[in-house]
C-alpha cells in the first residue's frame, strides 16, 4: 500500500512547482495559493509527487480542500488514502468534525468522501459556475 506523507515547509518548497502543475492540470480554483498555514498530504511515486491533498485548520475550523490524484495514478484508491489521512490528522489534534465542498458533478470524489464517512450537509455554493456540495464527518 503507498505511503501518504505530510510534508514538511522544506518538502512543499522543494516540490513547489509540481504541486502547481498538478493544482493547475485539475483544479478549478484560480484563487487558489499554497499557504504556509496549510498542511500538504502527499503520495509519491519515487520523487515525483503523484497525488496530494490539502488541511486547513485556522481557529479550530478543518476545512479539507483539494484532492488531486494524476491520470495515470487514478483508481488505485489514492484519493481515499488521501482523505484518511487527513481525518485521522485532525482526530489526533482535536478536532472533531471536518467539512469539505465538491463539484456535484465530481462523483468520484464525492463517492470517495462518503466512502469515508463524509455526510451531505445544508449549504452548497455556486462558484466559478460549479454548484459545490458541503460535506461533514462527525469524528
Known sequence: MEEVILLSR????ANINRLWELHDNYGKDSSFEFTAAQ?????FDG???????????P???CWMR????DTPYRGRGYQQLIIEARVKYAYQ???RKVTTAVDQMNVWSLNN???????FVKGGKLHNGHLYQKLQINL
Open 59 to 61: 481557529h479550530g475550523f
Open 39 to 43: 498542511k500538504i498530504f502527499a503520495i
Open 113 to 119: 468522501l462518503v466512502a469515508c464517512g463524509f455526510r
Open 66 to 69: 483539494n484532492a488531486i490524484v
Open 10 to 13: 522544506r518538502q512543499v518548497d
Open 93 to 95: 489534534r482535536g478536532i
Open 47 to 57: 520523487n515525483i509527487i503523484v497525488a496530494f491533498g490539502i488541511l486547513s485548520m
